[in-house]
T-cell receptor, first 115, second 113 residues
Framework: GAVVSQHPSRVICKSGTSVKIECRSL??????MFWYRQFPKKSLMLMAT?????????EQGVEKDKFLINHASLTLSTLTVTSAHPEDSSFYIC???????????FGSGTQLSVL | AQSVTQLDSQVPVFEEAPVELRCNYS??????LFWYVQYPNQGLQLLLK??????LVESINGFEAEFNKSQTSFHLRKPSVHISDTAEYFC???????????FGKGTLLTVNP
């Protein structure tokens, strides 16, 4: 089956650091990727939709300058948490799909801890 | 807007007991419905889905869910659980099967020996 690789799986950063999270589709071309945030005991919150070659579409309440998304190729999307602070600590998950499949494929997630 | 409600945040059961994880969705639009499972420290994996056709759908590991339009429900059931079924289970719905799903808040299933 299709595989989505997400790195890093876990990262601890000092407050004020910018952190980049990568999401790669390993064996298919992902025309669309999604970024989610998952709080403890909470559901996934869709942050943004990323289409290859165009600007990401952010959900209401998500700061686009805080969470920079780049989908430069059909196999890679990156989420950069700029100047991260402790309140940005969370589990971030990406998912990817192609234009010809009915399925979403999820990365394994990134646990970001900002101290 | 679409909404998905999981009524139970935690469900503890004993091994080999039956279990039902409840999920209700808003009926403002017709949707596709899914159950995803998240094992500790892992991403989400699709467990089963309802797109059309038979309202009873099954997974390969013994779970099943039934789409009930009149009750706007898509409850997940298993007649006999194993300790390895311990995980967080998410119900999700969307207008498209691969686009902008709305997730419930999840139900932590804990299977005790």
């Amino acid at each position: 089956g299709a595989v989505v690789s997400q790195h890093p799986s876990r990262v601890i950063c000092k407050s004020g650091t910018s952190v980049k999270i990568e999401c790669r589709s390993l064996d298919f071309q992902a025309t669309t990727m999604f970024w989610y945030r998952q709080f403890p005991k909470k559901s996934l919150m869709l942050m943004a939709t990323s289409n290859e070659g165009s600007k990401a579409t952010y959900e209401q309440g998500v700061e686009k300058d805080k969470f920079l998304i780049n989908h430069a190729s059909l196999t890679l999307s990156t989420l950069t948490v700029t100047s991260a602070h402790p309140e940005d600590s969370s589990f971030y998950i990406c998912s990817a799909t192609t234009g010809t499949t009915e399925k979403l494929f999820f990365g394994s997630g990134t646990q970001l801890s900002v101290l | 807007a679409q909404s998905v409600t999981q009524l139970d945040s935690q469900v503890p059961v004993f091994e080999e007991a039956p279990v039902e994880l409840r999920c209700n969705y808003s009926s403002s639009v017709s949707v596709y419905l899914f159950w995803y499972v998240q094992y500790p420290n892992q991403g989400l994996q699709l467990l089963l889905k309802y797109l059309s056709g038979s309202t009873l759908v099954e997974s390969i590991n013994g779970f099943e869910a039934e789409f009930n339009k009149s009750q706007t429900s898509f409850h997940l059931r298993k007649p006999s659980v194993h300790i390895s079924d311990t995980a967080e289970y998410f119900c999700a719905g969307g207008r498209c099967s691969n686009y902008k799903l709305t997730f419930g808040k999840g139900t932590l299933l804990t299977v005790n020996p």
